[in-house]
């Protein structure tokens, strides 16, 4: 632009000497037009240098941006190993769970067993001090179920539908083995009995036994939530949305949580 600007000069400073002083005015007025019109071109063309380096800081944002991605991309195939891995424990939890609750009723019959044998011996004993010389009573004792039995049979009767024996059963548990480690058990299937029953007043004064004896029992959770359905029976909404909300609050990272959620989610909270 500057050279095509000198030749125009030049061009017109050896053609002054030829045309007369009107044109030269004209030809004045004509190069002050053109300079008029370089300069508003100057101003119209944007500064490149400004662009360049828009350009790089744009190209830096989107480098930032790549590297956020990757870093988002990074930590959500972290977060899904972590999914996995607690899924894992939870798993290796359950069955050890699984396995304490069996080595515990295997407890609770070598125990039972023990004490058993010791009632006889001490019987026997008595016979032979009192019985008289030669004679021997060869009568056998009926055996005793032992604690993991009692429970059983209770448990079958009411996977059968046979709720008051089931009842039954498991309160002649309590009343034999009232330490035993499925007594939390045995007292929530009581209140499941008068559940199925509808008698929900009474369910809801046998799950409250559990909530009361067995605070930490792993049948709490069920034993709140339980209360909460017999309420909505009894239509005594309040008190059911209150007991809900216990089970979300105080459990919430059961299933009976998300059971009490998808409840209170139809009664509108």
């Given amino acids: 632009m500057k050279n095509a600007w000198t030749g125009l000069v030049i061009l017109l400073a050896a053609a002054a000497g030829c045309v007369p002083q009107a044109e030269m005015v004209k030809m004045r007025s004509d190069l002050n037009d053109v300079r008029a019109q370089v300069n508003e071109v100057k101003t119209r063309v944007p500064d490149v240098s400004g662009i360049q380096k828009k350009q790089d800081q744009l190209e830096e944002n989107l480098k930032g941006s790549s590297d956020l991605q990757q870093r988002i991309a990074d930590q959500g195939a972290k977060h899904d190993q972590l999914v996995t891995d607690l899924q894992i424990l939870q798993g290796k939890l359950e069955e ?158 059961s299933k009976e949580a998300e059971l009490a959620k998808e409840k209170l989610r139809k009664l509108g909270k």
Avoid at 220 to 238: H, Q, V
Wanted: proline share 6%.
């Fill in 96 to 253: 050890n769970n699984f396995r304490i609750k069996e080595l515990a009723q295997k407890l609770d019959d070598r125990s039972f067993q023990a004490s058993e044998l010791a009632a006889r011996v001490e019987v026997l004993e008595k016979k032979l001090m009192t019985a008289p010389a030669g004679t021997a009573d060869a009568k056998p004792q009926p055996k005793a179920p032992s604690p993991s039995e009692a429970y059983q049979q209770a448990k079958t009767d009411y996977d059968k539908g046979n709720f008051d024996l089931s009842i039954a059963g498991f309160e002649n548990y309590l009343k034999q083995f009232p330490d035993a480690s499925q007594a939390d058990s045995a007292q929530y299937w009581i209140g499941e009995c008068w559940y199925s029953k509808k008698e929900y007043d009474k369910a809801i004064e046998e799950f409250q036994k559990v909530l009361k004896s067995h605070p930490k029992s792993e049948k709490a959770p069920g034993a709140r939530l339980k209360i909460g359905y017999s309420y909505l029976n009894l239509k005594k909404n309040t008190a059911a949305k209150d007991h809900l909300n216990r089970v979300v609050k105080d459990y919430p990272n």
